[in-house]
């Protein structure tokens, strides 16, 4: 069965940092498109970080250059090194992968919560 399994959340620091890891299992890990996903307010789910199996990467605007994703073909992982956290960025994190438009399917985590705090 297919799974994204996330793992890294938690309580940090403004200025400080955490790295998330998801594992893939259940598929072909360089057929999908991988990124990371945060909740917002309202439960709606918008794009913080995606990489191709090329090593493309796009980012949101609000972690630009604080940010970085990272993908391990060999483990079927992939990660989200966050660096100068802000409160801002406080949510659940979630794994995402895409196969469109080669493969119709897409998957998700169950997700990890962030928490920015003094």
């Known amino acids: 069965q297919v799974q994204l399994v996330e793992s890294g959340g938690g309580l940090v620091q403004p200025g400080g940092s955490l790295r998330l890891s998801c594992a893939a299992s259940?598929?072909?890990?360089?057929?999908?498109?991988m990124a990371w996903y945060r909740r917002e307010p309202g439960n709606q789910r918008v794009l913080v970080a995606a990489?191709?199996?090329?090593?493309?990467?796009t980012y949101g605007g609000s972690v630009k250059g604080r940010f970085t994703i990272s993908r391990d073909g060999v483990k079927g992982s992939v990660y989200l090194q966050m660096n100068s956290l802000e409160p801002e960025d406080t949510g659940v994190y979630y794994c995402?992968?895409?196969?469109?438009?080669?493969?119709?399917?897409?998957?998700w985590g169950r997700g990890t919560q962030v928490t920015v705090s003094s």
């Open positions: 995402n992968a895409d196969g469109r438009p080669r493969l119709e399917h897409v998957y």
């Open positions: 990489i191709t199996s090329d090593g493309f990467t």
């Open positions: 259940g598929f072909i890990f360089s057929n999908y498109v």
